[in-house]
């Protein structure tokens, strides 16, 4: 469903939010990200799936318009995290707003891992009181 | 035993064009259609209720955040407002509509708040007390009674050890649950259908008393006569695509719209009914909220524990509601700080952490919604007043005041310039801080106001029963018609006025 760039962008993206090692083991990629989101688009509207797809487009080509950088997938590791930083801390709104619903979709993503989730604590108990005094 | 949606016709059930007649059709299954349908069918009414979305039932429900996201909300829950700033707002598109999803809080508006509809909105019949039989009749029907001891864990103990350290009232939420285990999953669906969402209360009343109730089904337009209502037109829609399957007409003298209110002016529009004054669509009001995540040293376990089970109206007139807050892991986790080792950090740390949120009445701010040149989404406007972003800011600082009393370490107040974590030396930080709407990001769930209700024809879309002033058979039974905010969360009140309506509808006939 996404292109070829489109998926790069979001392997770098979720590496760069969530690399491997760490307090949580899992690297983006390793908890599935990829396909995560290809799967999301097929279960989106049209319209929805655009506006994702603009998305990915928009991390792509923001560091040549706003930082005078190359686009983001053909950057290093570094040069990645310190774009992301530029988009979280911008003073332009609407640079924060584009990096929060990238960092949503792909938290999404990732704590949709059930790996990533336990280890976060996030084991889902129906009831969770039951036999307590 | 028999199942809440048993006799709901579903997609696979509408096989060819659908041509039916009733007494009456409700448009919408959520907390407003569906109390709606009740008690019309309870007053002996032949009711069909139609709703866009399919039925879940527990073994539907997916505790992975995005899969409901995609399945339960309209716009796979990216929906926002915009205007000064960027709002997210969620609706549910599924038999029981919000309640499906919601918290479950279920609280009587403060009769100030209805007084004051009545003097600065022109609705004299709503005030203090007016409501009081017709919310009575909906808490028992949907088993509203205060969230108890056993099942809050310390998520929401610690928010009311906090409110009792400095002097703040607080009480256990009342929610609309029967035998609620504490699983924390309102927003995924309650699989443990402890929850008593329109479509479990509500639903099997109508269908055991002749009413039907039928799903993937969108209405399009009002049928009329004139300037009379005479049924709606629409179609059978696949879930989860949308795609149109069948033609579907249905005649009634009556029609209750309760599409939700981002959702029923736009059908008024299209079918030229109740748009005479150009009011539909216009005066959305909200709640706009904002949260803190309060860190401690001590294992909160926040997974456990009543979605919502606590909440102050200590501060209810000076425009804010403070309440302790859970979602899906996933989602809360928007609003930790920064990405890489920092960001899993916190993230390993969510079993010593507690959110609490805080929502204004927004007196000051306002927005629109608008059909949109093409699909079927609407276009949401809305502007947040500077001086309700400040109100927001002040809740922000009073429950970090409340999570340090009960002995956090530091709270993330997620204000763009404010440092993320602050400690409480570093609370003056939060307390100087510049915030207007593009400073946070303010989400909206209560959403209310576009078919307001008003004596006065000119400046209102319908009457104080939910009847659209220049319509006839037509009504609205949604929170659409709040003329204001009910200062607190709106579901309740939704039912109640919607019970009202309904009760007149069976008086007019
Ligand atoms: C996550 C979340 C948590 C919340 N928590 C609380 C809470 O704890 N307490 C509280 O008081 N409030 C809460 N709210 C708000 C509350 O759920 C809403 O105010 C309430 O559901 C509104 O009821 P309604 O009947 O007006 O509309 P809705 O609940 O939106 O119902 C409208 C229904 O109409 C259907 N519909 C729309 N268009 C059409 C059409 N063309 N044809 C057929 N059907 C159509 C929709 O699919 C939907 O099912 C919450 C909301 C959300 C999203
Ligand atoms: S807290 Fe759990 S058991 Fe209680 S109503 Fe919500 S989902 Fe159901």
Redesign the interface.
């Not at chain 1, 760069?16 to 690399?19: D, L």
């Not at chain 1, 938290?107 to 949709?112: H, N, P, T």
């Given at each position: 469903m996404l292109t070829s760039i489109e998926q790069r962008v979001v392997v770098a993206a979720s590496d760069?939010?969530?690399?491997r090692g760490?307090?949580?083991a899992q690297s983006g990629s390793d908890a599935g990200v990829l396909a995560?989101f290809e799967g999301?688009l097929g279960?989106?509207?049209p319209?929805?799936r655009a506006?994702v797809r603009l998305l990915l487009v928009f991390i792509q080509l923001a560091p040549p318009v706003f930082f005078l950088r190359a686009p983001f997938t053909w950057q290093g590791d570094e040069a990645r995290?310190a774009t992301?930083e530029s988009l979280?801390t911008s003073e332009i709104?609407f640079l924060?707003?584009t990096f929060?619903s990238l960092?949503?979709l792909i938290?999404?993503?990732?704590?949709?891992d059930a790996d990533v989730?336990a280890?976060?604590?996030?084991?889902?108990?129906?009831?969770?009181?039951?036999g307590r005094a | 035993m028999s199942h809440p949606h048993d006799g709901v016709l579903g997609f696979s059930d509408h096989k060819a064009d659908i041509r039916l007649s009733a007494d009456a059709v409700v448009v919408g299954s959520g907390p407003g259609g569906a109390v709606a349908a009740r008690e019309l069918a309870v007053r002996g009414l032949d009711v069909i209720l139609v709703e866009e979305g399919p039925a879940f039932s527990t073994a539907d429900f997916r505790v992975e955040a995005g899969a409901t996201m995609r399945r339960v909300f309209r716009e796979s829950c990216t929906r926002v407002m915009q205007g000064n700033g960027f709002f997210p707002t969620m609706q549910a598109i599924g038999l029981g509509g919000g309640s499906l999803v919601n918290s479950a809080i279920s609280i009587r508006a403060p009769g100030w708040a209805l007084d004051k509809w009545a003097s600065e909105h022109d609705t004299p019949q709503l005030g203090a007390g007016s409501l009081d039989d017709d919310y009575a009749a909906v808490e028992e029907v949907f088993g509203v009674g205060p969230t108890p001891d056993a099942v809050m864990g310390e998520r929401n103990l610690v928010f009311k050890r906090g409110c009792d350290a400095l002097g703040i009232s607080s009480e256990p939420t009342p929610r609309n649950v029967r035998g609620c285990k504490g699983s924390a999953e309102c927003f995924t669906g309650c699989r443990n259908g402890a929850k008593q969402s329109a479509d479990v209360a509500c639903v099997p009343d109508v269908v055991s008393r002749g009413g039907r109730v039928l799903t993937s089904v969108r209405v399009d337009g009002v049928k009329r006569d004139g300037a009379r209502a005479t049924g709606v037109v629409g179609w059978v829609v696949e879930p989860f695509t949308g795609r149109r399957a069948h033609r579907v007409e249905i005649d009634a003298p009556v029609v209750v719209l309760a599409a939700g209110c981002m959702a029923t002016p736009l059908i008024m529009r299209r079918s030229g009914l109740g748009v005479s004054n150009g009011h539909a669509g216009r005066h959305l009001r909200a709640h706009p909220g904002l949260a803190v995540c309060a860190l401690f040293d001590h294992v909160i376990n926040p997974f456990e524990g009543a979605t919502q089970g606590y909440h102050s109206l200590h501060f209810l007139e000076q425009g804010m509601k403070l309440e302790v807050l859970w979602g899906p892991p996933a989602i809360l986790a928007v609003r930790f700080p920064g990405f890489g080792e920092p960001l899993k950090r916190h993230l390993v740390a969510f079993d010593r952490m507690a959110p609490f949120d805080v929502f204004t009445h927004a007196p000051h701010s306002e927005g629109e919604v608008r059909a949109a040149p093409f699909g079927d989404d609407p276009v949401i406007s809305y502007h947040l007043d500077d001086r309700d972003a400040g109100t927001l800011q002040r809740g922000l600082v009073i429950l970090s005041e409340i999570a340090f009393a009960a002995g956090a370490r530091a709270v993330l107040p997620g204000v763009h310039g404010v440092p993320d974590p602050i400690t409480r030396d570093q609370l003056h930080l939060l307390r100087d801080a510049r915030v207007t709407a593009k400073e946070v990001t303010a989400g909206a769930n209560h959403v209310f106001g576009t078919t307001r209700m008003g004596q006065n024809p000119r400046n209102s879309v319908c009457d104080e029963w939910g009847r659209v002033h220049d319509a006839r058979g037509l009504y609205v039974a949604d929170t659409g018609t709040f003329p204001g905010s009910p200062a607190v969360n709106p579901m309740l009140t939704c039912m109640a006025l919607a019970r009202r309506t309904a009760r007149r509808v069976a008086d007019d006939r």
């Open positions: 760069a939010m969530f690399p760490g307090a949580i995560y999301m279960e989106m509207s319209k929805n506006l995290v992301l979280a709104y924060r707003i929060q960092r949503t938290s999404i993503a990732y704590l949709a989730a280890q976060v604590g996030a084991a889902p108990n129906l009831s969770p009181f039951e | -």
